[in-house]
């Protein structure tokens, strides 16, 4: 079975917000709502943090993360199990959806969300420009929306927008039934983290703390599983990850650190420098 | 609610007076929805099944919404 | 989507069911899935209408002044933008984009879109009005045919009167193509006054001293190249945040790849949060900072010999009596006279430094060289920075000093790796001196022409060669001025008096230069200004000619220069021009028509463009046309792999043909301060200094208009440490007035942990729209060093305490989810 799931790198992420605003633009998210916020893990305030300047010169105790946050589709879904119309529900390939033709807009899986993930379209919605953006069509006044990982791309073998906009590479989707999958081979190799463990509900986005990867770059918008190559990394790029598998090694990007002095491994002569 | 520049995730002791500022004004009833709230997070959890939590509802929704369509509904439950 | 007006859909639903759940946009929905067929039709979801695959896709580029030039992808639907995509470029590792250009579709069509060429009411050529210039000014509609002829006769009649050099073409940085280059090249026929740049001009003149290179920043190593970076030193650049955020993944798969990130800035910033080690200097006292580490680096004798002797006048000798560099002229017969001598370690043999030629040359000591007392280079420069310890200078940089020695040691030891400055070293008065210092700390490292080396926050990426298409043979070019001269010009006549300006791709004036309001004043005396721009900026309202130019999207052009990707864009036209704008090409074209110079420009923009495109040797027109990207395979990799540019062929390590400003000599690096220094006269006055950051939220004044980015970053506001907000009453979030002997703006004081004590923050780039009251430039002055001649924005002090009670901040206070809270100028009529 396909069981999507979201692997978000926050020693990469750099709070740049590229992720909200795609995110709203692809999916014509009305003004005043954004589905997948970039909240910063720090002081109380967006791109501050916590701790205290260090007075004396040192290093101090000042810190500061990025977390960006949407609906985590959880494997145990609160917001499915109260939807008394059945219009949220887990799609076969584990993506946590809204039928807005159902949604009687009684908000009751928003209360039952410990993530904040969903928004209320109270009036009627506005978009800017009036007639909308991106690829899917506004949702009326009066029901539920949220994140949906893209299904309308994913369902054309594109990643979501969040994902293929990120110029951090922080941001890795696929398949987690498949182990081969990076998303399966990060959440293995990095420490991750799901939000709010302790409830229970399995979210199916995993973020990754402590020490870096090396994301996954994208030179397409197809989905890994999409591309012609099994292995995601056969694209040329050099970010290959040294992982145990023994993925190759010809090609591998660990290997630069060890350029001494004028050797010239890659690179064709070089002129003057100056062009302004 | 929090600031929409900042919004957090909600520490579970403060969570239920967030939940119920959402539901505040919707025309169903508030406090079913906290309830269901409360208990879908222990389904979750893995304190109470599926099957318990549908029927623990079952009259109250099929009441309030005319309907009861949860995908919870355990195999055989009777509708009626 | 309902049309029953108050009726929520929930109670639609609850009345009528399904049904009528259908009738309100079910239609839709179904027609939809008949047109995609069964197979697909059972895979989507019920509710969501999706349009994937159905758009026209059009391959174009952003062009702002960023570093991204990010090709990109824009989609149109039934006629309008619907979104934006980075498009990968012929080298796919360079995909990019930002929240900014990911937003164009609200630019695009937002209302400060100026629609119509217009008029100042009470302006004419023969009665300016000067007086009516500013907030009130009132416009009319007029065509393009009245604008340029307007336009063309007060140009006639000023170059009569007073000669053509009272006209100036003033150009900014707001649309990175070809159109300026016509814009140069009619400057050049009609003999006005053009315009040279006084912004970011400091920290790259000061390393141009020591390499022979660099304006603005310096050239480094393009961002494929940073991966082998073992030591990254980030100084006063918060790049993931601004010029470098579209190449973050480059510096992130360093740090992934084992490199060290330092971070040196008095801000805790996005890039310092991701640094190994960040050391929080005071603003102002880089200098102080740079030469304590060149100062660990002699001690721990960890400069790289080989470097030195090869590729640098360290070793050469100075004379003790005059100072100068020892010649080989003074020591033999037929010895050159910018020849620079060494001599041989061991026998003190005198020999000559030639370029790229290493040797057994003596890189410390005392020689007598035919009578004459001589000290090498290095040994002078060693013990200059003598007194520079990093114990003795931690108390006056607020850097510890076991970091500062951290540090460099990295750099020095790690194999390569580099310091990427940003340009806000510059924007201190005499950030010329920081740019001297680290050209020559890297030259102790040896961090010049490697893999792995970094000079500046940003690659230069490539431009196109268009060989002096601005400025044609038979041209008589009239005189320049910096930025910083304009008001004396302007106001006084000095160094020469101009009466109008044209102005593209700029809002400097009106907004972005620093001493806005005597810029102000400037522009209220002249006798005609003439604005071309996409929106309807602060400097447009100042206009007399308003001349509506194109969003990108809709003028076809070639982007080029300062990219951090190596490749020239060709910007393809997505759509045509909305309303009445016109492309500055075809507004210059209609001038030089007018003013006799017509022949001197093609007939269409393409033909320009190809013919410009042609004097490259790298760039086939046709093929770029296709390929909207074309690598310019000449741009190197790595940079300063041949001899420098500098007279001895070598980087300086002592100059001896040095500037000097306020009676400071800059042989060697000597600090020298401005509002930063401890002594400041108005410092009581004024405590705190005051910055303008970059923000990840705009270009310049660009972008100030995307309601999607104003719901994340809604307002001004002034970043300021709690403990000086408490010291002045100032609660979090409350407003504040901030002034000086300038002016004042009254903005949200944001509490922020991140921030130096003594130093607040406003980002830069909002307009007057957006402010309670005042702007960031109006506390800005535009004094400048006699050496670097560059606007120094951060180097500005000012007081802050609570507003008054009476402002009205109902803009921000009222409810304002949907983003931008200030209202719109109309456009155009």
């Known amino acids: ?137 506004a949702r009326p006044q009066g029901v539920v929306e949220k994140c949906t990982f893209c299904s309308h791309r994913v369902d054309e073998g594109l990643d979501p927008a969040c994902v293929v906009n990120c110029p951090a590479d922080a941001r890795i989707f696929g398949d987690l039934d498949d182990e081969g999958s990076t998303v399966s081979k990060y959440i293995n190799e990095y420490e991750t983290d799901q939000l709010l463990e302790d409830r ?64 010239d491994p890659h690179v064709p002569a070089v002129g003057s420098g100056g062009d302004d | 609610m929090n600031d929409p520049q ?50 623990k509802y079952h009259e109250e929704i099929l009441e309030e919404f005319g309907e009861d369509e949860r995908p919870t509904k355990p195999e055989g439950f009777d509708d009626d | 989507m309902t049309d029953n007006d108050g009726l929520y859909r929930r109670d639609v639903l609850k009345a009528g069911g399904a049904a009528a759940a259908l009738g309100l946009g079910g239609g839709e929905f179904l027609q939809g899935l008949a047109e995609r067929g069964d197979e697909t039709a059972s895979k989507r979801d019920p509710s969501i209408e999706n349009y994937v695959g159905q758009n026209d896709v059009i391959q174009t580029v952003c062009s702002p002044n960023c570093r991204g030039k990010c090709p990109i992808d824009v989609h149109v639907r039934d006629g309008q933008v619907k979104k934006v995509e980075p498009h990968p470029p012929e080298d796919e590792q360079y995909k990019r984009a930002c929240v900014l250009g990911l937003s164009h579709t609200q630019r695009v069509y937002d209302p400060t879109r100026l629609k119509y060429p217009m008029k100042r009411t009470d302006w004419s050529p023969d009665e300016p009005n000067p007086d009516g210039r500013g907030p009130d000014a009132e416009f009319e509609r007029v065509s393009w045919d009245e604008a340029l002829d307007l336009v063309a006769e007060k140009m006639q009649s000023l170059k009569a009167a007073h000669g053509a050099e009272s006209v100036l073409f003033h150009e900014g940085s707001g649309n990175y193509g070809q159109s300026g280059k016509a814009f140069n090249r009619l400057a050049s026929l009609f003999g006005s006054t053009q315009s040279a740049w006084g912004i970011d001009a400091n920290v790259g003149r000061g390393f141009n001293r020591v390499t022979g290179t660099g304006f603005f920043l310096p050239p480094t190593n393009e961002a494929e190249d940073w991966e082998n970076a073992n030591t990254i030193i980030v100084w006063g650049s918060d790049l993931f945040a601004s010029q470098f955020q579209m190449d973050a993944s480059k510096v992130l798969d360093a740090v992934e790849s084992g490199a060290k990130l330092v971070v040196v800035d008095p801000v805790y910033t996005t890039t310092a949060s991701k640094a190994d080690l960040w050391l929080p200097v005071k603003p102002g006292k880089d200098v ?113 000093a076991e970091n500062i020695r951290t540090a460099v040691r990295w750099l020095a030891t790690r194999g390569p ?110 006798e005609m200004y003439v604005v071309a721009d996409m929106h309807h900026t602060d400097t447009v309202q100042h206009a007399d000619i308003i001349l509506p130019a194109p969003h990108w999207f809709e003028q076809e052009d070639i982007t080029s220069s300062w990219g951090s990707h190596p490749h020239i864009s060709y910007r393809h036209k997505v759509q045509e021009p909305m309303w009445e704008a016109r492309d500055d090409y075809d507004a210059i074209r209609g001038l030089a028509e007018r003013l006799g110079f017509g022949d001197y420009f093609p007939e269409t923009k393409r033909e320009m463009l190809r013919e410009i495109a042609g004097r490259d040797d790298d760039i086939d027109f046709d093929t770029l046309f296709e390929q909207g990207t074309q690598k ?108 000086n002997d300038r002016g004042e703006m009254i903005v949200k004081a944001k509490y922020n942990e991140a921030f130096q004590p003594g130093l607040v923050n406003t980002d830069q780039g909002w307009w007057s729209r957006d402010f309670i009251k005042g702007h960031h430039n109006d506390l800005t002055h535009n004094e400048v060093s006699e050496v670097g001649q560059t606007m120094a924005f951060y180097d500005v002090r000012v007081a802050v305490e609570p507003a008054p009670d009476n402002v009205d901040t109902d803009t921000y206070e009222a409810d304002t989810l949907r983003g931008a809270g200030a209202d719109a100028r109309a456009g155009g009529d």
């Open chain 1, 1 to 137: 079975m396909t069981n999507y799931g979201l692997v978000i790198d926050q020693e990469r992420c750099i709070g740049c917000q590229a992720c909200a605003v795609s995110c709203k633009q692809e999916n014509n998210v009305p003004m005043g709502q954004f589905w997948n916020r970039v909240l910063t893990e720090g002081g109380d305030k967006i791109d501050t943090p916590s701790g205290g300047y260090p007075e004396d010169g040192g290093s101090g105790s000042l810190d500061m993360q990025y977390q960006p946050t949407a609906c985590q589709h959880c494997e145990n879904a609160p917001c499915v199990k109260v939807c008394p119309v059945n219009a949220t529900y887990t799609r076969d390939d584990g993506i946590v959806e809204i039928d807005y033709d159902k949604c009687i807009g009684c908000r009751y899986c928003m209360a039952a969300c410990p993530y904040n993930a969903r928004v209320f379209n109270w009036d009627e919605p506005e978009q800017m420009p009036e007639e909308g953006t991106g690829d899917v069509a």
């Open chain 3, 288 to 400: 102080h900072l740079a030469l304590a580490m060149m100062h660990t680096v002699f001690e721990d004798g960890t400069y790289d010999e080989q470097f030195l002797r090869k590729r640098t006048t360290g070793p050469a000798l100075i004379r003790k009596d005059t100072g100068d560099l020892l010649k080989a002229s003074d020591v033999f017969e037929d010895g050159g006279e910018n020849q620079v001598v060494a001599v041989e370690q061991g026998s003190a043999t005198p020999v000559e430094l030639e370029p790229e030629t290493g040797g057994p040359y003596a890189l410390f000591g005392e020689y007598t060289v035919d009578g004459i007392e001589c000290e090498t280079a290095l040994t002078r420069l060693r013990d200059h920075v003598a007194d520079y310890a990093p114990s003795k200078v931690a108390a006056k940089t607020g850097v510890d």
């Open chain 1, 200 to 263: 229970g509900t399995d979210p199916k986005t995993h973020y990754i703390s402590g020490e870096m990867s090396p994301g996954r770059p994208q030179t397409s918008d197809k989905m890994e599983s999409e591309l012609d190559d099994v292995s995601p990394w056969s694209d040329g790029t050099e970010d290959v990850p040294s992982d145990a598998d023994g993925s190759d090694s010809s090609d591998s990007g660990g290997s630069h650190h060890s350029i001494e002095g004028d050797a």
């Open chain 3, 632 to 739: 310019k395979e000449s741009v190197p990799i790595v940079k300063y792999t041949d001899a420098f540019p500098t007279e001895t062929g070598r980087i300086k390590m002592y100059d001896d043909d040095a500037p000097s400003e306020e009676g400071v000599t800059f042989d060697v690096p000597r600090p020298l301060e401005d509002r930063t220094a401890d002594d400041y006269e108005k410092a009581d006055e004024y405590p705190l200094m005051f910055m303008q950051k970059h923000s990840r939220f705009r270009i310049h004044s660009q972008y100030e208009m995307l309601n999607w980015v104003r719901e994340v970053n809604p307002e001004p506001q002034l970043d300021i440490h709690p403990s000086d907000a408490k010291a002045r009453g100032i609660e979090d979030g409350e407003y504040v007035r901030v002034h």
């Open chain 2, 6 to 55: 900042q919004p957090r995730l909600t520490p579970i002791d403060e969570w239920e007076d967030e939940a119920e500022a959402m539901l505040d004004g919707v025309e169903y009833d508030t406090e079913l929805g906290l309830r269901m709230a409360r208990d879908a997070i222990r389904v979750s959890n893995g304190e109470l099944s599926d099957a318990e939590f549908h029927e």
């Open chain 3, 417 to 526: 790796g580099g310091i990427a400055p940003s340009y806000a070293l510059g924007r201190y008065k005499h950030g010329h001196i920081f740019g001297q210092t680290y050209a020559m700390l890297m030259g102790l490292t040896g961090d010049y022409g490697r893999h792995g080396n970094i000079h500046a926050h940003h690659a230069g990426g490539a431009t196109l060669s268009a060989g002096g298409w601005g400025t044609p043979e038979d041209a008589d070019p009239g005189p320049s001025l910096f930025f910083p001269e304009y008001p004396d010009a302007i106001l006084d006549g000095d160094p020469h008096k101009v009466r109008a300006v044209y102005s593209i791709e700029s809002n400097m004036m009106g907004n972005q230069f620093p001493d806005r309001q005597r810029f102000r004043e400037a522009i209220r005396t002249l």
